[in-house]
């Protein structure tokens, strides 16, 4: 028994010193790879040392290996195992708050950052609480842009005429149907062109006439508007390409009678020796043509900052003027990249992951010029995602425009790992207007009924869009947007129904609501009445129409001698709207006749002048709705009332209708 379990003890000394030995012999395979910028080997080396050996150091360099090729869900779970040990590999717990956030997964992000926030005792906490904030302040932000997200844009993959498995970017459009790229196909940064057919773009070949560059990688174009400057970059050959670690400088080429110019490069006040000077956009202003680019030169505030220079545009040589530094609204602690200036909005678009981004680089934009802006503005969705979103650029004619990123696209582009360019589309934005009609007693479905769309203006006045029968209790209509709009739903024995609604949502939810509409109850009035009109001819003093034409003189039981404008709200089942009105109000029961509501009344429209025989004309406010009904009054008894609306109609007011009062309230319609 003894023997049996000495040799066990053996064994799985044995078992573990291999799996040690095994785990080693994978760091250090992963230490190699990763040194040859091979991250896809290395991350997976460095996993499978953390798997065998569960060796802190494998968990981050695994990390490490994973944030490089922006797999930030793996980067996360291989950096949660040593999130905390931040004394031995630095800031690890901020690498995995960002790992979190460019995952799209904000609220595990934001409790990432102030954990570390609160725990962290290191070198720079002053500086480092600041970042962290900003960063949980883009994670709040990424939660609710969503409702905010620009529905009339949409942005589409420019497709695999230009998309590759490398990286694409620095999009330019020299016209609708033509636009210039960069590209590191066959790993070596080069200039591309893409021409527009039926649609899709076609393969990326290298442009017409443009020089041979025999040494390094080049790319970011920039054209002067009128076409006689082409500005780029020319960047060291060693190394994979990196738009931010790869060395650049800005040269120039000039166009003449049979081409372009050989390349110059820019004075060395903008590539100075050590630095990057690179993303080169050039505009004309004011007789000065200026360069913004991106640069780590000394004197900015973080890592790559944007920057600019001009000259004369009078001037035929590279005669700029030193570099000038955007300032603290553009540049942060961060890096600042990619600019373009758009001068007919005075707008300079840039991206940035020191601003209150929603992932890693967002796309801003800021008004002003030079070194003076206004503070940057997030372009929120559908331009950024959590992933990295830059090289914001328009259309020649302002339609549309690029931008190029690392997002997931489901079925076209798969992984984070690579930079392609999408294509920003201008859409007609349609809001949906959705409803259903029913009866409020029973609940069912009413089935056919007239629906009236009304749009309101500004000053409230209105106009018939649609006047239209369904024969199905839902109904389904398209509208645009910004805009104010009426709903009137009539159906035979039943009070109509209206709602008022504004298309200002931007979450492209459906508008309407379900309308309950509440049947005429016929005629429900007292039987026997109050006579206030002792001649007992129905009209109160002898006057024509049954009204009071003598000022002086008050009908008998007149409840409002004094005039002025009141409030009440209607006593009947189907009439519970509050409306204002200077009409005179009586004891008893009385009556008039409602000729319209409308919201654009007018007392001198001719159409009541012939109604002038008939009663005085009165007006009711619906505060509501804002609606002004018109009637004729006042009737004393049904049969006064049923003469004056046989009379309203024949002068062509068919929709015309009785409505009863009560001590001076109204009941609603009613039918003799």
């Not at 080997?41 to 981050?60: I, N, R, T, V």
């Not at 904000?106 to 002053?126: I, L």
């Not at 398209?478 to 159906?491: C, M, Q, S």
Request: proline share 5%; hydrophobic share 30%; net charge neutral.
């Amino acid at each position: 028994m003894l023997k049996k379990l000495v040799f066990v003890l053996l064994n799985l000394s044995l078992i573990c010193s291999l799996n040690a030995q095994s785990a080693k012999k994978l760091m250090k395979q992963g230490g190699e790879a990763f040194t040859k910028g091979n991250y896809v080997q290395a991350a997976d080396l460095f996993e499978k040392s953390w798997q065998k050996g569960k060796k802190p150091e494998a968990a981050f360099k695994a990390g490490e290996a994973y944030y490089l090729l922006r797999n930030y869900r793996k980067a996360s779970d291989a950096y949660v195992n040593v999130k905390d040990k931040n004394d031995q590999f630095p800031l690890v717990g901020i690498k995995y708050a960002r790992s979190l956030k460019q995952d799209g997964q904000y609220d595990k992000a934001s409790k990432a950052f102030s954990d570390f926030r609160d725990n962290y005792n290191g070198e720079g906490k002053a500086v480092l609480e600041d970042i962290v904030q900003s960063e949980i302040q883009g994670c709040e932000l990424g939660k609710l842009l969503p409702a905010q997200a620009q529905q009339g844009v949409e942005i589409n993959h420019a497709g695999a005429g230009i998309n590759t498995s490398d990286n694409e970017f620095a999009p330019l459009p020299i016209d609708k149907g033509l636009l210039y790229f960069s590209s590191t196909i066959g790993g070596t940064a080069r200039i591309y062109r893409s021409s527009l057919a039926d649609n899709a773009w076609g393969k990326g070949a290298t442009p017409d006439n443009f020089p041979v560059i025999s040494k390094g990688q080049y790319c970011h174009g920039s054209l002067t508007p009128d076409g006689q400057r082409f500005y780029f970059t020319i960047c060291d050959a060693a190394g994979t390409f990196d738009n931010r670690t790869t060395r650049c400088e800005i040269y120039v080429i000039r166009k003449q009678a049979t081409g372009w110019s050989a390349p110059e490069m820019l004075p060395e006040s903008i590539n100075a020796k050590g630095t990057t000077a690179t993303q080169p956009n050039v505009v004309q202003s004011g007789g000065k043509e200026i360069l913004y680019f991106a640069s780590n030169r000394t004197g900015g505030r973080g890592g790559m900052d944007l920057w600019y220079v001009d000259r004369p545009m009078s001037a035929t040589g590279n005669a700029f003027s030193n570099p000038v530094n955007l300032g603290p609204s553009i540049n942060t602690l961060g890096d600042e990249m990619t600019p373009y200036f758009n001068s007919g909005e005075g707008l300079l678009y840039f991206a940035s992951n020191g601003q209150t981004s929603i992932g890693g680089f967002d796309i801003f934009s800021a008004k002003g010029e030079m070194s003076n802006w206004a503070p940057a503005e997030n372009l929120g969705l559908p331009f950024n995602s959590p992933a990295d979103d830059y090289y914001y650029i328009k259309q020649t004619d302002g339609d549309g425009g690029f931008l190029v990123s690392n997002r997931v696209v489901p079925g076209e582009k798969l992984t984070t790992k690579d930079d392609d360019i999408f294509e920003i589309k201008n859409k007609l934005v349609v809001a949906k207007l959705q409803g259903s009609v029913f009866a409020q007693e029973t609940g069912e479905p009413i089935n056919k009924y007239i629906l009236t769309l009304n749009e309101v203006r500004a000053d409230e006045s209105e106009s018939i869009l649609l006047n239209r029968e369904f024969t199905s209790s839902t109904y389904d209509l398209e509208l645009l947007p910004n805009r104010k709009f009426r709903v009137e739903i009539t159906a035979q024995g039943y009070a109509t129904g209206a709602y008022t609604f504004v298309t200002d949502n931007p979450s492209g939810q459906p508008y309407g609501q379900p309308l309950m509409l509440v049947r005429l109850g016929g005629s429900v009035v007292n039987t026997n009445p109050i006579d206030n009109n002792p001649s007992g001819n129905g009209n109160p003093g002898g006057n024509p129409g049954g009204t009071n034409t003598n000022p002086g003189k008050n009908p008998p039981g007149t409840l409002n001698p004094s005039g002025g404008t009141y409030t009440a709200r209607g006593s009947g089942p189907a009439d519970k709207e509050e409306y204002a009105t200077d009409a005179p109000r009586y004891e008893g029961e009385y009556f008039k006749i409602q000729l319209v509501a409308l919201s654009n009344f007018r007392a001198d429209d001719k159409r009541y002048s012939p109604l002038s025989a008939l009663g005085n004309l009165q007006t009711e406010t619906i505060i509501s709705k804002k609606l002004t009904r018109v009637l004729v009054a006042t009737f004393y008894t049904k049969d006064d009332a049923k003469r004056a609306l046989t009379e309203v109609k024949k002068k062509g007011f068919t929709l015309a209708f009785i409505v009863k009062y009560n001590n001076g309230e109204r009941y609603g319609r009613v039918n003799f």
